[in-house]
C-alpha cells in the first residue's frame, strides 16, 4: 500500500524517492520478529487484551506518524 505513495511521501519531506526505499522493509523485519512473541502472550493473555492493546498502539503510533516532519522520524515511528 504505501509503495504507491512514495514518491508523493518523499517529496513532502524533500528527499529522493529511493530515500524512504526503507519503509517496508522497517515494518516487515519487526511484523516477522514478533510473531515468536505472540503465539505464547496470547496463551498467557488471551486475545482480547493483546487486541486492544495492539489497536491503541497502531493508533498512537499513526497519530505520531502524522507529526514526522524528518525521513529519519517517519521510518522510526510508521505502523503497520
Same mark, same amino acid.
Given at each position: 500500500?504505501?509503495?504507491?505513495?512514495?514518491? =508523493? /511521501?518523499?517529496?513532502?519531506? +524533500?528527499?529522493?524517492? &529511493?530515500?524512504?526505499? #526503507?519503509? %517496508?522493509? $522497517?515494518? !516487515?523485519?519487526?511484523?516477522?520478529?514478533?510473531?515468536?512473541?505472540?503465539?505464547?502472550?496470547?496463551?498467557?493473555?488471551? =486475545? /482480547?487484551?493483546?487486541?486492544? +492493546?495492539?489497536?491503541? &498502539?497502531?493508533?498512537? #503510533?499513526? %497519530?505520531? $506518524?502524522? !507529526?514526522?516532519?524528518?525521513?529519519?522520524?517517519?521510518?522510526?515511528?510508521?505502523?503497520?
Amino acid at each position: 500500500m504505501i509503495a504507491s505513495i512514495r514518491a =508523493r /511521501r518523499a517529496e513532502t519531506f +524533500g528527499t529522493a524517492p &529511493g530515500g524512504l526505499g #526503507l519503509v %517496508v522493509p $522497517t515494518y !516487515l523485519i519487526p511484523y516477522g520478529a514478533t510473531t515468536q512473541v505472540w503465539g505464547p502472550l496470547l496463551d498467557r493473555l488471551g =486475545r /482480547r487484551p493483546l487486541m486492544l +492493546g495492539s489497536l491503541l &498502539g497502531f493508533a498512537m #503510533l499513526t %497519530v505520531t $506518524t502524522t !507529526l514526522a516532519d524528518t525521513p529519519e522520524a517517519f521510518l522510526g515511528v510508521r505502523p503497520a
